[in-house]
């Protein structure tokens, strides 16, 4: 029995298996074109196959859901002005700063919450899960996440479908893009929340949850380890200035617009609004968010 399980336990860990399995994966799903191909790397067959355990069959299928999803819900699509509204709070953004390994980071606050339609506020996510993957730099595959509670009350938490079908897109859609979520001083009345929600979680998130409390030495050190202290906003408890400027984000994201359609879009084939005069309200070098914290 043991030998067994040893034998499987090296096959999974065997850098050329796994090669071999991510060459099953693409005979599997078959021939691909445009944007599908685009977004089909041999990167991304060994998220799926890192996300199934390197189970053929499941990780084939979670790829061909994915694929079936981009192809409604069009996430490269979706413009930062067709969602602002849903930022003007800053209840989630791109930091300035990057985590000590190089990964993308997002600042949720729950607590800023300011509309209602969560449609809207699906799409305002998926865009910023899409720009930060769009801006990791070569060789890093994976995003931060810093959650901040303040001023977060029942009355301004998402709905439990809300957070189970955001949980759905990120670990079906964006597998292995989660290297871990801090969740910063939750209120004692989260706890009852958490106990819902936390069972829509695969066990390889759940274990990326990490909640930090100021008064819990163990905690905060582990966010530390993840993080630089000096670019840690006092929310989080680092010395940085927390600043959202919606204007410049939002010049920051249209930036990030352009480059996205150039990537995604055949040159012949730019939305208008990329090639037009729009392109006036596009800043020529990225603008700092938060320039205490970078």
């Known amino acids: 029995m043991f030998r067994l399980w040893s034998t499987s336990h090296q096959q999974e860990n065997d850098p050329l298996n796994h ?7 693409k005979a599997a799903i078959g021939p691909l074109s445009g944007r599908s191909l685009q977004f089909c790397t ?15 069959d499941k990780a084939k299928k979670m790829l061909e859901e994915t694929l079936k999803w981009r192809s409604t819900y069009k996430p490269e699509e979706i413009r930062w002005r067709e969602v602002a509204c849903e930022g003007e709070t800053g209840k989630v ?7 000590r390994s190089g990964r993308t980071v997002l600042i949720l606050r729950p607590g800023m919450q300011n509309t209602v339609s969560i449609d809207n506020q699906m799409r305002h996510l998926v865009y ?19 959650i901040d509670f303040t001023g977060w009350t029942l009355s301004t938490t998402v ?39 936390k069972y829509f979680l695969d066990n390889k998130t759940f274990h ?28 989080f408890g680092g010395p940085a200035i927390l600043n959202y400027d919606h204007e410049e984000f939002s010049k920051l994201m249209n930036q990030d617009d352009v480059k996205s359609a150039a990537f995604w879009c055949p040159d012949d084939k730019l939305p208008h609004w990329a090639n037009g005069r729009s392109g006036a309200e596009v800043v020529p070098e990225p603008v700092s968010l938060a320039p205490a914290a970078s």
């Not at 041999?42 to 355990?53: I, K, M, P, Q, V």
């Not at 910023?128 to 810093?146: C, H, K, S, T």
């Not at 439990?160 to 209120?187: C, G, M, W």
């Not at 100021?214 to 966010?223: A, F, I």
Request: proline share 6%; net charge neutral; hydrophobic share 40%.
């Open 19 to 25: 090669d071999a399995k991510i060459n099953e994966l």
């Open 208 to 235: 990326k949850v990490k909640f930090v409390y100021p008064k819990n030495k163990d905690s905060v050190e582990l966010m530390k380890q993840y993080f630089d202290e000096e670019n840690l906003p006092i929310e």
């Open 128 to 146: 910023l899960i899409e720009n930060a993957v769009f801006n990791l730099p070569e060789g890093q595959e994976q995003m931060a996440w810093l």
């Open 42 to 56: 041999d990167a991304c067959f060994r998220r799926y196959l890192e996300a199934r355990n390197w189970n053929l």
């Open 93 to 99: 953004y791109r930091a300035s700063f990057r985590d």
């Open 159 to 197: 709905p439990v479908k809300s957070a189970r079908d955001t949980i759905n897109i990120l670990q079906n859609h964006y597998p292995e893009r989660l290297a871990v979520a801090f969740l910063y001083n939750p209120p004692r009345i989260f706890e009852a929340f958490w106990k819902i929600v």
